[in-house]
């Protein structure tokens, strides 16, 4: 229950009205003037009480209307069940962070009930079984269709968590942002060559994220051993030039990731052995392999790389170094040919690199009213404005069934 | 009453000797339209005798066919109808200032009184008026003249209702005149201890004829108030609050009884009485008025 201009409770005073209404008709009906009283019997009292009580009727019904009027006026909404929700909204980590509790402790004293950042709000007690990536864009959107008076989020602002426009935040809901921990993570632990131990190891703070990369001879036996990556560049002597810019980038690639790359080179005219890839730099028609193929295909424009069905790359230029260079043929080979999927998701979890609070939210434009209480406005207003009109014709009805 | 009348039933013409004396007019000839037109004649109808012409005599009132059959000058004279008084006598006390449809009581008896004054001057009666309150009787004396009309008028229109009825003996030189009145009492008969009716019987005398014309309100009558409400007695200034829907039956009964009570011993003692409602025309009143003048004129 709350206001939206209590300034208009000033008007209650309003109230004086309908007892001086009441206190001045109370002591005469309307008076006629008779030429003599004779044939008139005075009626008994009992039968003016019903009459007084009637009066007192009409004063509270008068009262009603002005205290309904008064509270239409100041936007008077109720909340439909709950006299007021108040949400406490921590990302998922932070519930045990030392940084929050003193807070959270008082907040949950004046009644705020602690939710998780994720869809649909969960209760903190509910078990969350792994950590995700927040998305702060589409939270504040969920929010939004909840009716909550006042909301506390408690949150880290990661990079990743905001997607799409920048949105602005409603008056109901604080943005607590905590600078993160500074994170250390191994995004893979790989055993190469059977005997050293592949570790990359993440490092993220609110500012950056890095990596290192260190080989080390295997002690402990963890972290699991991974296949060879079988490639077959096979080549006539037109692109000879890309071959070697193709083998170039293989080298490099197979100095960066924990996997073993094989690399044949083939002349093309020659049968072409079982492969994971075939790089195939001719401009004959590519033969049939089970893995996959990067073919030529000279076209002009458009990106170096492109991706056609069913794991087939088309190469749409002759390779150079400046080529090379320029679209980033290592990388973009790199992304194809080496799957890196568990790599990925490890690295953006952990990616705690921040976004500052004045560049998080869309200022706020100064007349947008309130968001998240809009509803339960409107339903409140419907309900007083039914009550005030029956209220008048109540009080119509009796006045004039009162006939004074 | 009709819309002409009512469309003049406004303080400000009330309250003229003109506009009174219009309205009355108005009533009167309304009333008497269609009726026999010698009525309307006037004064010197009953012939009496011829004398001779003089010199300064108004050549008006020669008798030129005498003059074609004798060659001489005559004038014709007239009896002037004189026969009977009109006495109006008005109560004026204060109850008489109860006020129904924006007149009240006593405006309404101004209007009746002007009207049957208006007929009579037309009958060549002599009128007078006697209006009687609490502290105060204004007397116009009967007289048979021209300007007697507009002197009654004056007077009518500066009549107050004022106190309850006057129990002085200032009433008492109008009991027990010995000649041939008609006297007319418009009142509304809310006496004290019957003094109103012991005035009343001591007016008629063997020779006389009294009306009583008592003006009553609708509402007063049928008491269709329909709420609750204060009522205060215009002369003692008594209040009662009253829910008027549980006892109109009763009081309509109680005010019938009343009238017929009162009626009755009005008649008991050979005094007519007419009742005249304020929503109606003054109707009843002139044509009570006619029928008693020829009776008396008998």
């Given at each position: 229950?709350?206001?939206?201009?209590?300034?208009?409770?000033?008007a209650?005073?309003?109230?004086?009205?309908?007892?001086a209404?009441?206190?001045?008709?109370?002591?005469?009906?309307?008076?006629?003037?008779?030429?003599?009283?004779?044939?008139?019997?005075?009626?008994?009292?009992?039968?003016?009480?019903?009459?007084?009580?009637?009066?007192?009727?009409?004063?509270?019904?008068?009262?009603i209307?002005?205290?309904?009027?008064?509270?239409?006026?100041?936007g008077?909404?109720?909340?439909?069940?709950?006299?007021?929700?108040?949400?406490?909204?921590?990302?998922?980590?932070?519930?045990?962070?030392?940084?929050?509790?003193?807070l959270?402790?008082?907040?949950?004293?004046?009644?705020?009930?602690?939710?998780?950042?994720?869809?649909?709000?969960?209760?903190?007690?509910?078990?969350?079984?792994?950590?995700?990536?927040?998305?702060?864009?589409?939270r504040?959107?969920?929010?939004?269709?909840?009716?909550?008076?006042?909301?506390?989020?408690?949150?880290?602002?990661?990079?990743?968590?905001?997607?799409?426009?920048?949105?602005?935040?409603?008056?109901?809901?604080?943005?607590?942002s905590?600078?993160?921990?500074?994170?250390?993570?191994?995004?893979?632990?790989?055993?190469?060559?059977?005997?050293?131990?592949?570790?990359?190891?993440?490092?993220?703070?609110?500012?950056?994220?890095?990596?290192?990369?260190?080989?080390?001879?295997?002690?402990?036996?963890?972290?699991?051993?991974?296949?060879?990556?079988?490639?077959?560049?096979?080549?006539?002597e037109?692109?000879?030039?890309?071959?070697?810019?193709?083998?170039?980038?293989?080298?490099?690639?197979?100095?960066?990731?924990?996997?073993?790359?094989?690399?044949?080179?083939?002349?093309?005219?020659?049968?072409?052995?079982?492969?994971?890839?075939?790089?195939?730099?001719?401009?004959?028609?590519?033969?049939?392999?089970?893995?996959?193929?990067?073919?030529?295909?000279?076209?002009?424009?458009?990106?170096?790389?492109?991706?056609?069905?069913?794991?087939?790359?088309?190469?749409?230029?002759?390779?150079?170094?400046?080529?090379?260079?320029?679209?980033?043929?290592?990388?973009?080979?790199?992304?194809?040919?080496?799957?890196?999927?568990?790599?990925?998701?490890?690295?953006?979890?952990?990616?705690?690199?921040?976004?500052?609070?004045?560049?998080?939210?869309?200022?706020?434009?100064?007349?947008?009213?309130?968001?998240?209480?809009?509803?339960?406005?409107?339903?409140?207003?419907?309900?007083?404005?039914?009550?005030l009109?029956?209220?008048?014709?109540?009080?119509?009805?009796?006045?004039?069934?009162?006939?004074? | 009453?009709?819309?002409?009348?009512?469309?003049?039933?406004?303080?400000?013409?009330?309250?003229?000797?003109?506009?009174?004396?219009?309205?009355?007019?108005?009533?009167v000839?309304?009333?008497?339209?269609?009726?026999?037109?010698?009525?309307?004649?006037?004064?010197?109808?009953?012939?009496?005798?011829?004398?001779?012409?003089?010199?300064?005599?108004?050549?008006?009132?020669?008798?030129?066919?005498?003059?074609?059959?004798?060659?001489?000058?005559?004038?014709?004279?007239?009896?002037?109808?004189t026969?009977?008084?009109?006495?109006?006598?008005?109560?004026?006390?204060?109850?008489?200032?109860?006020?129904?449809?924006?007149?009240?009581?006593?405006?309404?008896?101004?209007?009746?009184?002007?009207?049957?004054?208006?007929?009579?001057?037309?009958?060549?009666?002599?009128?007078?008026?006697?209006?009687?309150?609490?502290?105060?009787?204004?007397?116009?004396?009967?007289?048979?003249e021209?300007?007697?009309?507009?002197?009654?008028?004056?007077?009518?229109?500066?009549?107050?209702?004022?106190?309850?009825?006057?129990r002085?003996?200032e009433?008492?030189?109008l009991?027990?005149?010995?000649?041939?009145?008609?006297?007319?009492?418009?009142?509304?008969?809310?006496?004290?201890?019957?003094?109103?009716?012991?005035?009343?019987?001591?007016?008629?005398?063997?020779?006389?004829?009294?009306?009583?014309?008592?003006?009553?309100?609708?509402?007063?009558?049928?008491?269709?108030?329909?709420g609750?409400?204060?009522?205060?007695?215009?002369?003692?200034?008594?209040?009662?609050?009253i829910?008027?829907?549980?006892?109109?039956?009763?009081?309509?009964?109680?005010?019938?009884?009343?009238?017929?009570?009162?009626?009755?011993?009005?008649?008991?003692?050979?005094?007519?009485?007419?009742?005249?409602r304020?929503?109606?025309?003054?109707?009843?009143?002139?044509?009570?008025?006619?029928?008693?003048?020829k009776?008396?004129?008998?």
């Amino acid at each position: 229950m709350s206001l939206l201009q209590p300034w208009y409770l000033w008007a209650l005073p309003g109230l004086v009205i309908p007892l001086a209404i009441h206190l001045l008709s109370r002591k005469e009906g309307r008076l006629i003037r008779m030429g003599s009283l004779r044939h008139i019997r005075e009626t008994s009292s009992r039968q003016f009480k019903s009459i007084r009580l009637n009066e007192y009727v009409l004063l509270a019904l008068r009262s009603i209307v002005v205290i309904l009027m008064v509270l239409l006026m100041s936007g008077w909404y109720l909340n439909d069940l709950k006299d007021s929700r108040k949400w406490l909204i921590l990302e998922h980590g932070l519930e045990s962070d030392s940084r929050v509790s003193a807070l959270c402790d008082s907040l949950r004293r004046s009644g705020y009930e602690e939710r998780y950042l994720l869809p649909g709000f969960p209760a903190l007690d509910e078990k969350q079984e792994k950590p995700t990536q927040p998305d702060y864009s589409a939270r504040l959107e969920e929010l939004q269709r909840e009716v909550v008076d006042m909301v506390v989020v408690i949150a880290t602002n990661r990079v990743r968590g905001f997607t799409g426009e920048r949105i602005a935040l409603s008056p109901e809901v604080r943005w607590i942002s905590l600078t993160p921990a500074p994170q250390e993570f191994v995004v893979a632990q790989v055993l190469t060559g059977g005997d050293s131990l592949f570790v990359r190891t993440g490092h993220s703070s609110d500012k950056e994220t890095s990596y290192t990369t260190k080989i080390t001879p295997n002690g402990s036996s963890v972290g699991k051993a991974l296949g060879v990556i079988r490639v077959v560049i096979a080549s006539d002597e037109n692109f000879i030039s890309d071959r070697k810019i193709v083998l170039a980038a293989l080298q490099a690639m197979r100095k960066a990731v924990p996997e073993e790359i094989t690399i044949e080179a083939i002349a093309s005219s020659s049968p072409v052995p079982e492969a994971d890839w075939l790089i195939w730099l001719s401009s004959l028609p590519p033969p049939k392999t089970s893995g996959g193929l990067v073919y030529f295909d000279e076209q002009s424009g458009g990106p170096l790389l492109i991706d056609k069905r069913s794991g087939k790359i088309a190469l749409t230029a002759r390779l150079n170094s400046e080529v090379a260079i320029t679209n980033n043929l290592t990388l973009q080979l790199m992304r194809r040919i080496v799957s890196s999927e568990d790599f990925l998701e490890a690295a953006q979890l952990n990616d705690v690199r921040s976004v500052a609070d004045n560049m998080a939210w869309r200022k706020t434009i100064a007349g947008i009213g309130p968001v998240i209480t809009e509803r339960g406005n409107e339903v409140s207003t419907q309900y007083l404005l039914i009550a005030l009109l029956g209220f008048i014709v109540l009080e119509r009805l009796l006045s004039y069934h009162r006939n004074q | 009453m009709n819309d002409q009348i009512k469309a003049l039933l406004r303080p400000e013409i009330l309250n003229t000797v003109n506009g009174l004396e219009l309205i009355a007019r108005i009533v009167v000839e309304g009333f008497m339209s269609g009726s026999n037109r010698s009525q309307s004649v006037g004064a010197g109808q009953e012939f009496s005798q011829y004398r001779g012409y003089e010199p300064g005599d108004d050549l008006r009132q020669l008798d030129w066919k005498m003059y074609a059959r004798s060659e001489r000058y005559f004038i014709k004279q007239a009896d002037i109808e004189t026969n009977i008084t009109v006495k109006f006598i008005l109560d004026a006390s204060n109850s008489m200032g109860y006020a129904e449809g924006g007149i009240n009581k006593l405006q309404y008896a101004k209007i009746v009184a002007a009207a049957l004054a208006y007929l009579a001057r037309k009958q060549s009666d002599a009128f007078g008026l006697y209006t009687i309150s609490e502290n105060k009787v204004v007397a116009v004396q009967p007289r048979f003249e021209h300007a007697q009309f507009m002197r009654f008028l004056n007077e009518l229109i500066k009549v107050k209702a004022d106190g309850s009825w006057n129990r002085s003996s200032e009433v008492e030189h109008l009991h027990g005149s010995p000649g041939k009145d008609l006297i007319i009492f418009l009142t509304d008969l809310y006496d004290n201890a019957g003094d109103l009716f012991d005035f009343v019987s001591a007016l008629k005398t063997a020779r006389n004829e009294v009306i009583v014309i008592h003006i009553m309100g609708k509402h007063e009558l049928d008491f269709d108030f329909d709420g609750s409400y204060t009522f205060e007695d215009l002369e003692s200034g008594e209040r009662l609050k009253i829910d008027t829907r549980l006892q109109q039956k009763e009081y309509a009964g109680r005010v019938a009884d009343w009238i017929k009570d009162s009626r009755d011993r009005l008649l008991e003692k050979h005094i007519d009485y007419q009742q005249i409602r304020m929503d109606e025309g003054a109707e009843k009143a002139l044509r009570t008025f006619l029928t008693v003048r020829k009776r008396l004129l008998r």
